[in-house]
Nanobody
Framework: QVQLVESGGGLVQAGGSLTLSCAPS????????MAWYRQISGKEREWVAS???????AYADSVKDRFHIWRDNARDRLTLQMNNLKPEDTAVYYC?????????WGQGTQVTVSS
């Protein structure tokens, strides 16, 4: 079993930046399929970005060139750097990981971008 704990959310003005972190209860080296998702109020949860063990990344078109995801194996955390934030980025952001074939999710962290 794995617990994932997100942090770093908050309120920021449009054009600002935030850094989200996801700390797993086990070594990040044994967790696969790490990704960030978000859920905008009234909508379904959507994929934001993914990173694999080798470091390859993928991003949703809506955040490409603004967000950066990486696995910090030395600090055992998953990080999402969000730049040039827009009001439409306002959502609860969730960390996801796969351990021994099972998906685990964090409790989410709120990001609010004011115009």
């Amino acid at each position: 079993q794995v617990q994932l704990v997100e942090s770093g959310g908050g309120l920021v003005q449009a054009g600002g930046s935030l850094t989200l972190s996801c700390a797993p209860s086990r070594s990040i080296a044994v967790i696969n399929g790490m990704a960030w998702y978000r859920q905008i109020s009234g909508k379904e949860r959507e994929w934001v970005a993914s990173v694999v063990s080798g470091g390859a990344t993928a991003y949703a078109d809506s955040v490409k060139d603004r967000f950066h995801i990486w696995r910090d194996n030395a600090r055992d955390r998953l990080t999402l750097q969000m730049n040039n934030l827009k009001p439409e980025d306002t959502a609860v952001y969730y960390c996801k990981g796969v351990y021994r074939g099972r998906e685990y999710w964090g409790q989410g962290t709120q990001v609010t971008v004011s115009s």
